[in-house]
């Protein structure tokens, strides 16, 4: 059985054996995956696509290949895993700037990636979720929010009614 791609010119080892993939299992040239032509990388990429076990193997390509490994492996060229390490790369890093900026502050740091919209925009969108629970936790404390009033409004009073110093 022929080595997996990759194994011509790396001293790092391939991907992990699944057995018997398309790519080991003799069927094809083993020089299509290192090819530096791109219809050459084209051809092993359409392999790759029929093969059982492509998303393990398109795992290990995006997180562990050989930075400067010019093989295709899971179906990708090495311009494809620069471009989805870059990718996530700018993705951690946004999120990471985020958090910095935001500090515990979840509603920003969620608006600033783009996953939720605000308090303001949800109540501008539909503010009767937000009239029913203030009306229900009145409905519901009603007697301590009077007291509070009580007591503000007496304390109001008697600040107007003392002498100024």
Not at 18 to 46: M, Y
Not at 56 to 70: F, H, M
């Amino acid at each position: 059985m022929p080595a997996m791609p990759g194994a011509y010119f790396s001293s790092h080892p391939g991907p992990p054996r699944f057995g018997s993939p398309a790519c080991a299992s003799g069927r094809h040239d083993p020089d299509l995956w290192t090819s530096d032509e791109p219809t050459g990388q084209r051809r092993a990429a359409a392999i790759c696509l029929g093969c059982p076990h492509l998303e393990p193997c398109r795992q290990w390509a995006v997180t562990s290949a050989p930075y400067l490994d010019r093989a295709v492996y899971g179906g990708l060229t090495w311009k494809d895993r620069l471009r989805i390490r870059r990718e996530r790369r700018e993705r951690d890093q946004a999120r990471r700037e985020a958090r910095r900026r935001t500090g515990r502050q979840s509603e920003a740091r969620r608006r600033l990636l783009g996953k939720t919209p605000t308090t303001a925009e949800r109540y501008a969108a539909n503010p009767e979720p937000f009239k029913a629970r203030a009306s229900a936790y009145y409905q519901a404390h009603r007697e301590a929010v009077l007291e509070r009033k009580r007591e503000r409004d007496r304390r109001r009073r008697e600040a107007a009614a003392s002498p100024a110093a």
